[in-house]
């Protein structure tokens, strides 16, 4: 499906198309048709349903399973797997996550909270293991102008983290771009191991993206997935399962992540 949007031209739709799928819009457009059947037994069952969604769909404790259920991200990375890699074959690559082309109080631009957690723990694997560490992220499929996301990441991570990357791809649109360009850029430097750092969430179909591009480029590599994020945003039993701003973004990640992979995005 997504090699279909792209041939008929449609990237640049891809975060709208995506919006229309995602909650509250399927939730509210039942709620429009139960209103319009609201004299027949099925409109009221319709809202219902919709009210049901909406609520569900906010919860940070449905958003965790179905976090979980259609996603199974894997866990945190353990110390032993980052100190079996040689640093001379192997890299830390993090996958950008949004930036803000202009952020007032910087005076320049910025990276997303996601991206910039991303970033940081990144930074704090690569000083831990001494191994090298890229970022990957361009301007995003809008092609909205501004600086590049990867290189947003690579002014911050050199003046404010005071840790330089060594490599910096910023031509990428989505998480298969990502790929392949980061791994063209890697296979020059020998590399056949990379520690991949995103959101839990993301990690299913970017590790997808990545080995896919290495088998479509003939390129043995070994991806240790590195997620972050991983601790619950709404730890108390009862706020988990009231609406929250937290729980409806997570759960929009969720489904989106999950449409991606069917769509093979």
Known sequence: MNEIVMRLGLE?????????????????LLVLLGFRLRRHWLGTLLMGVA????????????????????????P???????????????????????????????????????SLERLRYGIWLSRGSGLGLG????????????????TVAARIARDEFHHPLRWVENGSRDTREN??????????QGITDIVL?????????????????????GMALRVTPAPVGLAPRIEHPLLRWLPSSEG???????????IGLLMGA
């Open 248 to 258: 409806f973004t997570l759960m929009r990640q969720v489904l989106r992540e999950r």
């Open 197 to 217: 750092v995103t959101q839990d969430w993301h990690m299913p179909r970017a590790q997808r993206a990545f080995e896919q591009a290495a088998a479509a480029a």
């Open 179 to 188: 790929a392949a360009r980061t791994l063209a850029l890697l296979r020059t």
């Open 51 to 74: 009210v049901l969604a909406l609520w569900l769909g906010a919860c940070a404790g449905a958003a965790e399973w179905a976090r979980h259920r259609l996603l199974a991200p894997p």
């Open 135 to 150: 970022f990957s992220g361009g301007v995003g499929h809008a092609g909205l102008p501004g600086e590049a996301e990867a």
């Open 76 to 114: 945190a990375v353990s110390p032993a797997a980052l100190k079996a890699l040689r640093p001379a074959q192997a890299a830390i690559v993090v996958l950008g996550g949004g930036s803000e082309n202009q952020a007032p109080e910087y005076g320049t631009s910025s990276l997303s909270p996601w």
């Open 12 to 28: 640049a739709w891809k975060p709208a198309l995506g919006t229309l799928l995602l909650p509250p819009v399927p939730a509210l």
